[in-house]
C-alpha cells in the first residue's frame, strides 16, 4: 500500500543554519507531495505542496521538490530563525487513494538562538 | 475567519466510559476527517464523511463511532474508552474527492487521557 517515511524524527540546528529535510514515499499512482507544518499547541498547516515531480514549491522562504526516480521528497530553507521551530509532516496524496492524505511520523526542528 | 473548532480542548475519561468530541467547522467544506496523533505514528485517520449523513472508516477505525450530522459538525465517539485511546485528537476539513489530493485545514485538537 501507499506510505511515506521520514527517518529523522528530530533534527537541531543553530539560527541561519541550512535545513534540509528528506523523506521517501511508495506509490503506485501520480502523487502530490505536501508539507505541513504544526507549531505547538496547534494543528498541523500546510506549508507548501508540489504536484509534479522536479517542480519546485516556494512558501515562506521554504522550498521543496519531488523526484519521482527516488521516490523521495525534501523540505530545505536556506537559512532559519528560531520561529521554523515546529513539527514538519511530508504527506502523500494520489488519486489512488482517492485523495485522502498519508502522513509521515513528521521531523521535530529545534532551532538553537 | 474560517475556521476549525474542536471542543472540548482536554478531556480525562475513565475507562469503559463513553466520549465524544466534537468539531465544527465553518469553511462549507464538504469532507471532514478525525486523526489521532501519537509520537512515532504522525497523524492516523480514524473516520472520514464526505457530506452530511455520511460517515466512512479510516485506517484506524476500531473502538470508535462518527457521526456528520450537517454540513458543519461532525463528532467522533468512544462508546468503551480504553487507555490506549489516550492521544491528541485532531479534526480537519477539506474538499476535493478522487483524483484531487486535498488540502486540509485542522482544528487545534483535543487531548484525550483516558485512565
Known amino acids: 500500500g501507499d506510505s511515506v517515511t521520514q527517518m529523522q524524527g528530530q533534527v537541531t540546528l543553530s539560527e541561519d543554519d541550512f535545513l534540509f529535510i528528506n523523506c521517501t514515499y511508495s506509490?503506485?499512482?501520480?502523487?502530490?507531495l505536501f508539507w505541513y507544518v504544526q507549531y505547538p499547541g496547534e494543528g498541523p498547516q500546510l506549508l507548501l505542496k508540489?504536484?509534479?515531480?522536479?517542480n519546485k514549491g516556494i512558501s515562506r522562504g521554504f522550498e521543496a521538490t519531488y523526484d519521482k526516480g527516488t521516490t523521495s521528497f525534501h523540505l530545505q530553507k536556506a537559512s532559519v530563525q528560531e520561529s521554523d521551530s515546529a513539527v514538519y509532516y511530508c504527506?502523500?496524496?494520489?488519486?489512488?487513494?482517492?485523495?485522502?492524505?498519508?502522513f509521515g511520523q513528521g521531523t521535530k526542528l529545534s532551532i538553537k538562538p | 475567519e474560517a475556521a476549525v473548532t474542536q471542543s472540548p480542548r482536554n478531556k480525562v475519561a475513565v475507562t469503559g466510559g463513553k466520549v465524544t468530541l466534537s468539531c465544527n467547522q465553518t469553511?462549507?467544506?464538504?469532507?471532514m476527517y478525525w486523526y489521532r496523533q501519537d509520537t512515532g505514528h504522525g497523524l492516523r485517520l480514524i473516520h472520514y464523511?464526505?457530506?452530511?449523513?455520511?460517515?466512512e472508516k479510516g485506517d484506524i477505525p476500531d473502538g470508535y463511532k462518527a457521526s456528520r450530522p450537517s454540513q458543519e459538525n461532525f463528532s467522533l465517539i468512544l462508546e468503551l474508552a480504553t487507555p490506549s485511546q489516550t492521544s491528541v485528537y485532531f479534526c480537519?476539513?477539506?474538499?476535493?474527492?478522487?483524483?484531487?489530493?486535498?488540502?486540509?485545514?485542522f482544528g487545534s485538537g483535543t487531548r484525550l487521557t483516558v485512565l
Open positions: 508540489v504536484t509534479t515531480a522536479n
Open positions: 480537519a476539513s477539506g474538499v476535493g474527492r478522487g483524483s484531487s489530493a486535498e488540502t486540509l485545514y
Open positions: 504527506v502523500l496524496g494520489d488519486r489512488g487513494n482517492q485523495g485522502k492524505l498519508i
Open positions: 464523511s464526505y457530506g452530511a449523513g455520511s460517515t
Open positions: 506509490t503506485t499512482w501520480y502523487p502530490t
Open positions: 469553511n462549507n467544506h464538504n469532507n
